[in-house]
């Protein structure tokens, strides 16, 4: 069993920047592939970014967000942050974590199913 504490959400003005932590408590968090995701009200959930576990943690976004997210992961901390720059209120949303704690193959993306969910944080973007 693996516990997802999301923190750092919050209220943020168009164009301004925050970062979100994501702490894992469970054994081996340094071999978990990680991910970002964000529900709207009345809309599906996104995947926003993913990292993999081994040693060059490789990243992934979708076309939405690249180049203004940023995933990154904190093996010695058990934690995974998502850095989003350039707001906007289209980005407003519940942001959720998960961890892949099976093995498995491909990229960490969209396509990959996360075994464990954080409780998720709110992100407003006011413009």
């Known amino acids: 069993q693996v516990q997802l504490v999301e923190s750092g959400g919050g209220l943020v003005q168009a164009g301004g920047s925050l970062r979100l932590s994501c702490a894992a408590l469970?054994?081996?968090?340094?071999?978990?592939?990680m991910g970002w995701f964000r529900q709207a009200p009345g809309k599906e959930r996104e995947f926003v970014a993913g990292i993999s576990w081994t040693g060059s943690s490789t990243t992934y976004y979708p076309d939405s967000v690249k180049g203004r997210f940023t995933i990154s992961r904190d093996n010695a901390r058990s934690t995974v942050y998502l850095q989003m720059n350039s707001r906007k209120p289209e980005d407003t949303a519940v942001y959720y974590c998960?961890?892949?704690?099976?093995?498995?193959?491909?990229?960490?993306?969209?396509?990959?199913?996360?075994?464990?969910w954080g409780q998720g944080t709110q992100v407003t973007v006011s413009s």
């Open positions: 998960a961890a892949r704690t099976r093995p498995y193959s491909g990229n960490v993306d969209q396509s990959l199913r996360f075994d464990f």
């Open positions: 469970g054994r081996t968090f340094s071999t978990y592939a």
